[in-house]
């Protein structure tokens, strides 16, 4: 439908949806006639917007009223953005996220940097890794019968388990069984480590050294607390809520109880994440706009993200806001931030 479009509508929807975004009120004909930059009269105008209306671009939200976009043509819009884009400068950007000392620290610093730049809600996600390595394992007395297991694996993640011992043991006897179980099993995945200390459990010859068979226990317990999960790290939630307290526009869309089906998409992480997962499909940049979602919480909103890599997996960064957004600098930001985390993780 978008091919039927002549060159004076592309131009007059794209100067309709650019001033509907910025004020959050209906764009008369009279003030596009004025302001569109092709010379036309309000009358030209008023049957470009009626075309435009009939093919589902634009609606009237009030008889008396100028138009507004529909999300067929904010789509119409935002892809035009996607075709001119330019990369943009991260230098400064990049310099900051080189600060944080550990992966998890960095991706909480870019969800931040998105929130603070774009004005929304914004999200980092780092899938499960099903080859992360174990790097050490500690093992901490807290008392008599009790020792802390505590895994840490490559990415940063830490677990950690309270085990109940049948017998009592020193530090310095936990000391050795975690030198035993490093000097074994570290650099292995998690589940190579699991399968391994298993089979070294079964071993008949094992079971006349009782430190390193209480070792081998001590770790086998505290590596089956260790479940892979996707990271999710989200900031910025108090501007989706200030907006929706500002613009007639956004008051209209974006009601208490559209707010509360956000949060708790937001509180129950897993269905986020798999949200994401769906529509992220391929590198580069996505582009979500209303009732474009799958789930019709999400109508009211629009969603910009783009992949990252490490070197191992892609990621995911993007923000979420009303599809009243801003489109260029949401995009631009984000597509930003994603170059530069690449290049940071990567080492580059």
Sequence with gaps: MAADLTDRQRRILARLVSEYIEQGEPVSSSWLAGHSGLGLSS????????????????RQPHTSAGRIPTDAGYRLYVDSLLHARRRQST???????????????????????LARASHQIAFALTPASPIARLRHITFVKLDSRRVLVIVVATGDQITHKMVETQEPYDMSALEQ????????????????????????????RMLYDALLARALQLAHSGLDEVHQEDTLHVQGVSFLVEGAMGASADREHITLETLRALFRLLEEKHRLVELLTSYIEADGLT??????????????????????????????????????????????VVDGVSQAVTRVLEGN
């Design 43 to 58: 009358a030209t105008v008023r049957n470009l917007l009626a075309r435009l209306e009939e093919q589902g671009y634009v």
């Design 177 to 204: 069984a975690a030198h035993y179980i490093n000097a074994e099993f570290a650099g292995l995945t998690l589940l190579e480590a699991r399968e391994a200390i298993v089979a070294r459990m079964r071993e008949d």
């Design 287 to 332: 582009v979500v706009i209303g009732s474009e979602h799958t789930s019709p919480d999400m109508h009211p909103f629009s969603l910009v993200a783009s992949t990252f890599h490490d070197g191992q997996r892609t990621g995911t960064v993007g923000v979420i806001g009303p599809t009243r957004m801003r489109y260029q600098r949401a995009i631009s």
């Design 91 to 113: 230098g400064d950007l990049e310099s900051r996220l080189r600060r944080a000392s550990t992966a998890g620290d960095l991706l909480e610093n870019v969800s931040h940097e």
